[in-house]
Structures are given as C-alpha cells and as structure tokens.
Nanobody, 129 residues
Framework: EVQLVESGGGLVQAGGSLRLSCAAS????????IGWFRQAPGKEREGVAC????????YYEDSVKGRFTISSDHAENTVYLQMTSLKPEDTAVYYC??????????????????????WGQGTQVTVSS
C-alpha cells in the first residue's frame, strides 16, 4: 500500500520560501509519478507540480513556474517542493499524491496526463501579505 506523509508547511511572509517534503513508501515499481496539489478554501483542488519516475521529467502549473521546484531523493524516498517568492494566493493545503499503475480506486485528480489516486494528509501553507 502506498503511503505518503507531508511535512514542512507553515506561515511565511509574502516573498518568502518554504520547502515541503513528501516521504513515500509502499512502492513496488519505479514506474510512477509523484505530484503536489493544493486546495484553497472554497476552491477546487489543483495540480501544482509533478515528477515522473524513472525519467525524472518535471511538470509545473503555469502560475508557479520559475518559483517552485519539485525534486526527488531516491535514497531517502522523499519528494520535495521548494517554494520561493511566495504570494498570498499560494495559501492552501498542499497534498502529496501518487500515480501508480498497480493501485486503483480512491479519489482521482488529473494533472499533466497523470492520474493521481493516492494521497497524503496534507500540510497547510499560509502566506501573509
């Protein structure tokens, strides 16, 4: 069973930086994608960034390009989301998600051609103006 645990959220002033971490376990293949989604109050959950394995290709939502960087540390089984130049509109609960071909069911969200259905519990990011 895929398990994802996020950490690193918090309160930061506009223009500041945060790094989110997603500790992943339960993967039985190196063919998967890990993504970050966010959901602000009253809004739909949206994809922010994702990274594919084993290619390492990365994908970003337009509003975060040049500000956010997704990366992975295979030795630590952790995916990171480095967020810089944060804006108040980045305020949301951030979720780590996985697209794995061997897992079905659950709630699906789609981003950049991937289908994510394994989810972490989320971590709050608040950017003050």
């Amino acid at each position: 069973e895929v398990q994802l645990v996020e950490s690193g959220g918090g309160l930061v002033q506009a223009g500041g930086s945060l790094r989110l971490s997603c500790a992943a376990s339960g993967f039985t293949s190196d063919d998967y994608a890990i993504g970050w989604f966010r959901q602000a109050p009253g809004k739909e959950r949206e994809g922010v960034a994702c990274i594919a394995s084993p290619s390492g290709n990365t994908y970003y939502e337009d509003s975060v390009k040049g500000r956010f960087t997704i990366s992975s540390d295979h030795a630590e089984n952790t995916v990171y989301l480095q967020m810089t130049s944060l804006k108040p509109e980045d305020t949301a609960v951030y979720y780590c998600a996985a697209d794995t071909f061997w897992s079905s069911g659950g709630t699906y969200y789609y981003f950049q051609g991937f289908s994510f259905n394994s989810w972490g519990q989320g971590t709050q990011v608040t950017v003050s103006s």
